[in-house]
C-alpha cells in the first residue's frame, strides 16, 4: 500500500475511488494488514498532504 501523493491523486478518479475504498473495507472485514513501509510513505508524502477528495 502507498501513501497518496500528488501524482496519484491527479491519477485518481471516483471510480478508482470506490475501488480503493472497496478494497480497504475487505481487509478491514477479513482482519489483513495492509503491508506498510512506514519510512517510505513519510519520504513520499514530505511534499505535501494529498488527499483522496473524491466523496
Known amino acids: 500500500m ?3 501523493t500528488q501524482e496519484t491523486q491527479a491519477t485518481m478518479t471516483p471510480e478508482k475511488s470506490l475501488e480503493y475504498l472497496i ?11 495492509a503491508n506498510r513501509n512506514l519510512l517510505e510513505q513519510v519520504d513520499d508524502t514530505s511534499g505535501g498532504n494529498f488527499h483522496l477528495q473524491h466523496f
Not at 24 to 33: A, E, M, S, T, Y
Open 2 to 4: 502507498k501513501a497518496h
Open 23 to 33: 478494497e480497504g473495507n475487505l481487509r478491514f472485514q477479513n482482519n489483513l494488514k
